[in-house]
């Protein structure tokens, strides 16, 4: 029996980008397309434009708003400011346009499907960088204060340095389900958007 494929609704600022990722994906039997009248707020809703910019953020926030929760975007160039917004959103994985292959497109899809987040590392670096820059020094505050534990705080920075979920659980021994519901804890106390979102929030606060 045929798995239930993945709804993508795709949101593209120009034709060739649209037709490009159609293309890549239209043959795939385990991605279909959805319009927004037909899209449930479970589909991946999947962003592609030159680079990011207000234009794109104004775009994921409607997204955002319509009750989209798996935003992912492809773009040319990132701006930093705009990516950190773009993750503030709620952005879950990332996909330079030169490293779109099909099989790379389709893996973005799946992983935001599934709960993961899908952050290069070169970029995540950027986004700590980022954060790193805007955080104002003397403002560290301990786990005690924030209400962030030794052993979430841990997992936190190896999501940070942009490992995975089976990554996560071989080096600290958890399990993968344990590894999920320490960052579904994280996420959903602070109320946060998703690891990504979570990372850029341990960086503000100083956690990691």
Request: some cysteine; glycine content about 8%.
């Amino acid at each position: 029996m045929m798995a239930e494929r993945l709804s993508l609704l795709l949101h593209a600022t120009d034709g060739i980008s649209r037709a490009g990722v159609a293309a890549a994906l239209g043959p795939r039997q385990e991605v279909r397309f959805v319009s927004v009248d037909e899209a449930r707020p479970d589909a991946v809703a999947m962003v592609v434009t030159d680079r990011t910019d207000a234009r794109s953020s104004q775009v994921l926030r409607e997204l955002r708003y319509r009750g989209f929760t798996k935003l992912v975007l492809v773009a040319s160039e990132f701006d930093d400011a705009e990516l950190l917004t773009a993750i503030e959103i709620g952005v879950c994985g990332v996909l330079r346009r030169a490293e779109a292959t099909p099989e790379a497109l389709l893996r973005l899809v799946q992983a935001a499907a599934g709960g993961e987040s899908n952050l290069p590392p070169e970029l995540l670096g950027r986004l700590i960088q980022r954060v790193s820059r805007l955080h104002r020094p003397g403002s560290r505050r301990g786990g005690a204060i924030t209400g962030m534990t030794p052993r979430e705080t841990e997992v936190l920075r190896m999501v940070a340095d942009g490992l995975d979920t089976r990554e996560i659980s071989e080096r600290l021994n958890y399990s993968q389900r344990t590894v999920k519901s320490i960052l579904h804890d994280i996420i959903s106390r602070f109320q946060l958007r998703n690891r990504p979102h979570a990372v850029a929030f341990a960086l503000r606060e100083g956690l990691i």
